[in-house]
T-cell receptor, first 112, second 113 residues
């Protein structure tokens, strides 16, 4: 079925350390994987995305990796800062219905 | 200039009432969506319209009826509101239905009492 699993559900890291969030998807034809950040009381905002013809993409302190064979993709945040505290959602586009299915979210807290 | 705007931001209403949420985007996008975010933060797609045509209709109770008068607007009407309808409803838009990200509105927090 259409499913995106996301782990962990909560993550607490020391400021300056790295954070990794992992997701798996079930549709092998999925070709687009965006990541959204949602701060408390605000809208989800796209922070980075990756398409299935690429294995890795980086934007400053944020990077995303994709393993199509294993149907895994991950978000890596390096040198974490207090403003990185938020809920992060992975998502996958299911080609059969042209819709984006979201993971269940990871609440990331950065300890000072 | 708000790219995707929703009104109202907050809505408190009694069970059994009928209410509408409006969404407008000024990005020139041709596809719009309604997502529901429950108390556990799950974001679940409800509907999608492309150029005023309904393309996604998830298993949502038929008390929920979307309407798209033009490609810049997508409204959501809810009849006979129930306690379980309490959630944050997000409108979103995109250019096409392909490998593109969505721009979300600021959300409407619906509380049914």
């Amino acid at each position: 079925g259409e499913n995106v699993e996301q782990h962990p559900s909560t993550l607490s890291v020391q400021e300056g350390d790295s954070a990794v969030i992992k997701c798996t998807y079930s549709d092998s034809a999925s070709n687009y994987f965006p990541w959204y950040k949602q701060e408390l009381g605000k809208r989800p905002q796209l922070i980075i995305d990756i398409r299935s013809n690429v294995g890795e993409k980086k934007d400053q302190r944020i990077a995303v990796t994709l393993n199509k064979t294993a149907k895994h993709f991950s978000l890596h945040i390096t040198e974490t800062q207090p403003e990185d505290s938020a809920v992060y959602f992975c998502a996958a586009r299911y080609s059969s219905a042209s819709k984006i299915i979201f993971g269940s979210g990871t609440r990331l807290s950065i300890r000072p | 200039d708000t790219a995707v705007s929703q009104t109202p931001k907050y809505l408190v209403t009694q069970m059994g009432n009928d209410k509408s949420i409006k969404c407008e985007q000024n990005l020139g996008h041709d596809t719009m969506y309604w997502y529901k975010q429950d108390s556990k933060k799950f974001l679940k797609i409800m509907f999608s319209y492309n150029n005023k045509e309904l393309i996604i209709n998830e298993t949502v109770p038929n008390r929920f009826s979307p309407k798209s008068p033009d490609k810049a607007h997508l409204n959501l009407h809810i009849n006979s509101l129930e306690l379980g309808d309490s959630a944050v409803y997000f409108c979103a838009s995109s250019l096409g239905q392909g490998t593109v990200g969505y721009t979300f509105g600021s959300g409407t927090r619906l509380t049914v009492v």
